[in-house]
């Protein structure tokens, strides 16, 4: 690899006479100030009390800071000397910082090739610590490495620190569709802009990553960027690719983008469904109707089809009417054609709402297709969404600005329209005339007056079919065995329902009730065992009618649950004074379960008192004496039902005879079950204002309504820029808006910033609490200005703003024929280059998976954030260019509540590096430089010996002191990383193990049958 040209430092030139002079005498110094080791003084600066036993080797640590390209940064570099005390084994590492060397410091690109241009300043040394300023030149995007060459005299060290020098950046990712079947190709694009001003950067390096399901990576490329910001990929999936979600990540820098799509069989369908109502919305007493159409892919109709259709509310207050809750059917006629009349409107619809149709459609192959429409139903024939300064309300007896949308109720908006607004608490004040701009929204002052009391008036009843449910097993076993019921026991069962749901006059509430009962062969039932009480006896009552089918004898282990019979019910409030009052409580329970059967289910007065009960009874009997007093009126039901009632409280009895006398009193109040949607909930009141507005065309009124605010509050200071939708160049005009809890003196100066940036600054007039700032011509986007605490943002049109065009040759084509499309691309009014991404997929598809929205790059060109004004307004849809009006732009940024404030430019950068000396690595490859020699040497001896000779340790270490000098003498020192020769007294255990006479020769009859520890006989003898 090349290195970088080294840097000449011209001072250090001009006094290296003086220098070689300095370190001379420096040496004397040091021989008179006690280190002896004049040497490495002399040679590399290094005064040391005891010389190196070994050569010295160098270590370096390298730090890079707050590096940008085109400015300055710093770099600190450390510079250590390594060497061994000794040459024998009781030698150890030791190391000492190294100062005023030559060191040269350059770039290194992604290529490994130095880059010219790179300045550096102000070399200092702090100790053992190199700080220099380092300008790096301005570079393409990519992983580069500082580099720094240090060469000490004994040795030249270079060491590196990355450097990820990449612009910050915005990353989208789109693919050509969301779904694929396995065995097809994924394509994929990714666009890589500059954060600041959304530039494309060109040969910017990334990486592609795709996983699976599992989260496997599947493919790993990398990558550039084209001269439009672009890379591209394709990735082809297996025929048995994993089904799921996939994902795609484009990584670049420390920017990334991640995309999803779902990897499964597929089919497209053969037919699709379309739905739509008459009319745009309907008001009360409107007739609805619906038209729909059934049509293969080929065009042909679906005829004869069944179709299914739903409808459910999705938005507003108002309850569906119950017959448009139910399910209806008909059939498409032979065009695929089919209509739904749900009839008129009702007269209590309320302000507005949402109701979704959908429509299920079968053809005589069994395939079902669903299409939708959306009914929009209004009681007002206008629609009016406001904002406001305040929080979205209005602050009473005060100038407020509020911005009114008007539209028809389908949210169709009226641009360009006169509209009256007038207090609708306040008739008497005159009116106030506004006229929407291009986007529907009117600017209007006013005072609204003091706030009243706004009701809110509760949706309207829809009371609905009101029946107990079924009876139900908790548990049913058959025995022997244990098992569960069989078909034809369950359809048994089934028939006792009507028996088993009249018990639940029995019970207040759902009640499970446990009994068992045995059966003949023949299917009779010949007994039934229930727990003790009214309900147990009732079911049992009904089981011992029951036919069971022919079969072995069984009995039923059974727990059923009985419901409530959802007839009113009496709630008892006791009190006892004396004896058995829980004997008098539980037969006036009873007697109140009796009444139950007076009752019919939905009648009668909630909460409503129907009796009171005087009791006693003597000891040793069951008499309960009552004396039962009937409410007069007020309850809601009929004299013979009260009679009845009072007859069931008269005959209550105790269960069994009283061990003592006992008195007292109990009320009994009506408890009646209503069906869902018959209790009507509470009217809401609140603190606001509302108006009225009306909209006119040039002969009549167009519509009305009434719309309300809240209560808002005043800061202290506002400020507001006119215009709020402005072009490069314009001249903003801010206004300072002081609230009555302002405090102190209005700001000397105000700053125009786009993001951190200032980009234009003016004095403020503080007696017309105004200010003009320009902005410049080649600034766009989001601009903001803040001040003690308040904040206005514009939003800046570009005068060029790309806009892209998409035609076809013919509006229809034959399967087989060859679409041609004309893509356009325009700069403002002016055609110009760019990058374009086309994927064509058949529609059929988004019905299995969403389609990429035309407006998918938004979600990296817009980053203001902020809640959309009258939900269609926001940042979005000004930077994509969709609000027109003045107005309607105005409300917009006031809803702004996050900017981007990058900084323009690189974002700074640090990196480190360090290069320790590699003593390990240099050891071990010595070692085995070694070893070979000493293998070769032994396998001679044993050819060369006599036969009783025999290999023993001295004879070893003999061989391999020879081996050492004989690889000096060839030019292959076999030395450790300090340069010592490797006498085996300081090799390591596991190496020194490697050289046991047992490991080395090769005919085990050379060896002693006596085995001597070769590591302990070398440490023993070194």
């Not at 002399?42 to 707050?66: F, H, I, M, N, V």
């Not at 719309?707 to 001249?731: E, K, Y």
């Not at 003045?886 to 590096?913: F, I, R």
Request: with cysteine; hydrophobic share 40%.
């Amino acid at each position: 690899m090349d290195q970088p040209a080294p840097h000449r430092d011209p001072l250090r030139d001009a006094l290296a006479p003086a220098a070689a002079t300095g370190v001379v005498m420096l040496g004397l110094i040091g021989l008179c100030s006690g280190y002896p080791c004049v040497s490495t003084g002399l040679r590399y600066g290094l005064w040391l009390e005891k010389c190196p036993a070994t050569d010295l080797r160098a270590s370096a640590d390298l730090q890079a800071s707050g590096m940008v390209r085109g400015d300055w940064g710093l770099a600190h570099l450390s510079i250590q000397a390594h060497w061994m005390t000794a040459q024998g084994p009781g030698g150890y590492e030791t190391s000492a910082p190294i100062s005023h060397t030559h060191v040269d410091i350059g770039l290194i690109d992604p290529d490994g090739n130095p880059v010219p241009g790179v300045e550096l300043r102000d070399p200092a040394w702090s100790g053992d610590r190199l700080t220099v300023g380092v300008k790096l030149p301005k570079t393409p995007d990519g992983l580069y490495k500082l580099r720094a060459t240090v060469e000490p005299g004994f040795e030249t060290v270079v060491v590196d620190a990355e450097l990820p020098l990449f612009t910050p950046a915005l990353v989208h990712v789109v693919g050509d569709r969301p779904l694929y079947k396995p065995g097809q190709e994924v394509l994929l694009r990714a666009a890589v802009l500059a954060r600041t001003d959304a530039a494309p950067i060109a040969a910017r390096p990334g990486t592609w990553r795709i996983r699976d399901p599992e989260g496997t990576e599947m493919l790993q490329e990398a990558t550039k960027t084209d001269a439009w910001g672009v890379a591209s990929t394709t990735f082809p999936l297996a025929v048995d690719a994993e089904e799921g979600t996939w994902t795609a990540t484009f990584d670049t820098g420390n920017d990334s983008r991640t995309v999803s799509f779902d990897v499964r069989p597929f089919k497209l369908p053969r037919f699709t469904v379309e739905l739509e109502p008459e009319k745009s919305w309907y008001g009360a007493n409107d007739t609805v109707r619906l038209e729909g159409r059934a049509r293969y892919t080929s065009g042909a109709p679906v005829g004869s089809a069944e179709v299914e259709i739903r409808l459910a509310a999705t938005e507003g207050r108002w309850p569906l009417p119950l017959a448009w809750e139910e399910p209806r059917t008909t059939r498409t006629d032979a065009q695929g054609r089919f209509r739904l009349d749900l009839g008129e409107v009702p007269a209590d619809l309320m302000e507005t709402s949402k109701v979704a149709v959908t429509a299920s459609v079968v053809d005589d192959a069994g395939e079902r297709r669903g299409g939708g429409a959306t009914l929009k139903l209004s009681a007002d024939d206008l629609l009016v969404q406001t904002v406001t300064e305040f929080g979205g309300g209005l602050v009473g007896d005060f100038n407020n600005r509020a911005y009114l949308r008007v539209m028809t109720p389908d949210g169709r908006a009226l641009p360009n329209t006169d509209i009256t607004v007038r207090n609708a608490y306040q008739p008497d004040e005159p009116e106030m005339k506004a006229r929407t701009d291009e986007d529907g929204v009117a600017s209007i002052q006013l005072d609204p007056g003091e706030p009243v009391t706004l009701v809110t008036e509760p949706p309207p009843l829809r009371p609905r079919p009101f029946s107990p449910a079924a009876p139900r097993f908790q548990r049913a076993n058959a025995h022997p065995g244990g098992r569960g019921l069989t078909l034809d026991e369950r359809r048994a069962m089934d028939r006792l329902h009507p028996g088993i749901s009249a018990c639940g006059v029995n019970t207040v509430g759902d009640q499970t009730v446990q009994i068992g009962v045995q059966v003949a062969s023949s299917g009779a039932v010949t007994g039934v065992l229930a727990n003790e009480g009214r309900l147990a006896s009732c079911v049992a009552s009904v089981m011992r009618g029951a036919r069971m089918p022919v079969g072995e004898p069984r009995t039923y282990d059974l727990a059923w649950v009985v419901p409530d019979s959802l007839v009113p019910s009496l709630d008892m409030d006791w009190a006892g004074v004396r004896g058995l009052e829980s004997a008098a409580k539980s037969a006036l329970e009873e007697a109140a379960l009796d009444a139950r059967t007076c009752f019919t289910r939905g009648v009668g007065v909630e909460g409503a008192p129907v009796a009171h009960v005087h009791w006693r009874h003597e000891e040793d009997t069951t008499n309960l004496v009552t004396t039962v007093a009937m409410a007069p009126s007020g309850t809601g039901l009929t004299a013979p039902v009260l009679a009845c009632v009072q007859r069931a409280l008269g005959g209550a009895r105790l269960a069994r005879p009283a061990s003592s006398a006992g008195m007292g009193e109990a009320t009994f109040t009506l408890v009646v079950p209503q069906p869902p949607g018959s209790v009507r909930q509470v009217a809401q009141t609140d603190t606001g204002f509302q108006l009225q507005v009306v909209a006119h065309d040039s002969t009549a009124a167009i519509g009305r309504t009434k719309v309300t605010f809240p209560v808002g509050w005043l800061p202290a200071l506002r400020m507001r820029a006119t215009p709020s939708l402005a072009h490069p160049g314009d001249t903003l005009a801010i206004e300072l808006l002081r609230g009555p809890d302002f405090r102190g003196d209005l700001p000397e100066e105000l700053v125009l910033r786009e993001g951190s940036r200032e980009i234009a600054k003016a004095k403020v007039d503080k007696k017309a609490r105004r200010a003009e700032l320009p902005i410049p011509a080649d600034v766009d986007g989001f601009l903001h200005i803040e001040a003690l605490g308040a904040r206005t943002v514009v939003f800046v049109q570009p005068d060029d703003a790309l806009s892209v065009e998409l035609a076809t040759d013919a509006t229809s084509y034959a399967p087989g024929d060859t679409a041609k499309l004309t893509v356009t691309t325009r700069a403002g009014e002016k055609g110009v280059e760019a990058s374009v991404t086309l994927a064509g997929v058949d529609k059929a598809l988004g019905e299995l998976a969403p389609l990429t929205s035309p407006d998918d790059w938004g979600d990296v060109m817009v980053r203001a954030t902020g809640a959309d004004a009258f939900g269609a307004f926001g940042p979005r849809a000004l930077q994509l260019g969709q609000v027109r009006g003045q107005n309607a732009a105005m409300a917009a940024v006031l809803l702004v509540s996050d900017l981007p404030m990058d900084p323009a430019g690189d974002q700074a950068v640090y990196g480190s590096g360090a290069v320790v000396p590699p003593v390990e690595e240099a050891l071990i490859t010595g070692f085995y430089r070694g070893l070979e020699r000493l293998v070769v040497k032994v396998r001679a001896w044993e050819k060369e010996s006599p036969p009783e000779t025999q290999m023993d340790p001295p004879t070893m270490a003999r061989l391999w002191r020879e081996m050492l000098k004989e690889a000096q003498a060839a030019g292959e020192p076999v030395v450790d990383g300090y340069g010592r020769p490797l006498a085996l007294a300081i090799l390591p255990d596991d190496l020194l193990a490697q050289t046991d006479p047992r490991q080395v020769v090769a005919d085990s009859t050379r060896l002693p049958e006596d085995v001597i520890g070769w590591t302990g006989w070398v440490r023993e003898n070194p």
